[in-house]
């Protein structure tokens, strides 16, 4: 049932993800090899930024194990639905990185092909990142 509830929050983002990137293949235009190896190199220095950022948070959480707060969190479930989320937003993040550094190694058609499933990734990831940053924002308010 929580595999249930967690891919129905995907949705959205999966859906808005693939207009944003059938939207930068329309009205992109032609951009040069150069153009998107310099894109995806800034792209992955933000993603391993945002990564660390992340497994910080999830340490953070890991170490915040006998707070009244978290311990209800586990009552309930939430605990798990949050570190689910954190960790999927780690994934997408290193896939995110995998893919630019793909980008780096690659020209002609197929890293085209490839910049547009980075697109995909890094609105989907972008998403993720903002849905977790909530999360932890949420938390950190009522620790303190």
């Known amino acids: 049932m929580l595999y249930i509830k967690e891919t129905k929050r995907l949705w959205p983002s999966l859906l808005l993800s693939c207009v ?12 040069s090899d150069k153009s998107i190896q310099a894109v ?3 792209v992955s220095g933000i993603a391993s930024t945002l990564l660390g950022f ?9 170490s915040l194990g006998d ?9 309930y479930g939430k605990y798990v639905t949050l570190l689910n989320g ?10 995110l990185i995998i893919c630019c550094i793909s980008c780096l190694f690659t020209d002609g058609k197929l890293l085209n ?10 609105s ?3 998403y993720c990142s903002v849905d977790s940053g909530k999360r932890f924002y949420n938390i950190l308010v009522v620790l303190q």
């Open 20 to 31: 944003v990137t059938f939207l930068f293949y329309q009205y992109g235009g032609a951009i």
């Open 40 to 42: 995806a190199s800034v």
């Open 54 to 62: 992340l497994v910080t948070a999830i340490a953070l959480m890991a």
């Open 67 to 75: 707070a009244e707060l978290i311990k209800n969190m586990k009552g």
């Open 86 to 95: 954190a960790f999927y937003n780690c994934t997408m993040l290193l896939l």
């Open 113 to 122: 092909v490839l910049f547009l499933f980075t697109v995909f990734i890094f």
């Open 124 to 126: 989907h990831s972008v």
